[in-house]
């Protein structure tokens, strides 16, 4: 994973319906479990604020992705790197690309 800064990222303004369902199972594979049996407990809700994103919707499951780092939400750019969204010890938001 390569961490960088939000200033150096152009993400996508819209998902469609397939880029959302291929970056769920792309996250639910990269953690080594199936869609079916994490689907249960961490759900992923498509939201567009500034740009789009599948976003963790639940405060009561966090999901540890390396050391100190929590998910919060997966998104593409515009040239289709996966980028995730991450919260360090000290609460402040990372980005790291996953697949450039």
């Not at 200033?7 to 970056?23: A, C, G, N, P, R």
């Not at 869609?35 to 992923?44: A, I, N, R, Y």
């Not at 929590?70 to 790197?81: K, V």
């Amino acid at each position: 994973m390569i961490s960088v800064t939000v200033d150096k990222l152009k993400f996508k303004k819209q998902l469609s319906v397939i880029e959302q369902i291929t970056l769920r199972d792309f996250l639910y594979t990269w953690v080594g479990n199936s869609s079916k049996g994490l689907d249960d407990f961490f759900h992923l809700e498509y939201t567009v604020d500034v740009f789009a994103k599948m976003e963790k919707t639940t405060n009561d499951t966090d999901l540890l992705i390396s050391d100190d780092d929590y998910f919060r939400y997966i998104t593409l750019t515009e040239d289709n790197q996966i980028v995730i969204g991450v919260l360090d010890m000290n609460s402040e938001l990372k980005h790291r690309i996953i697949v450039h």
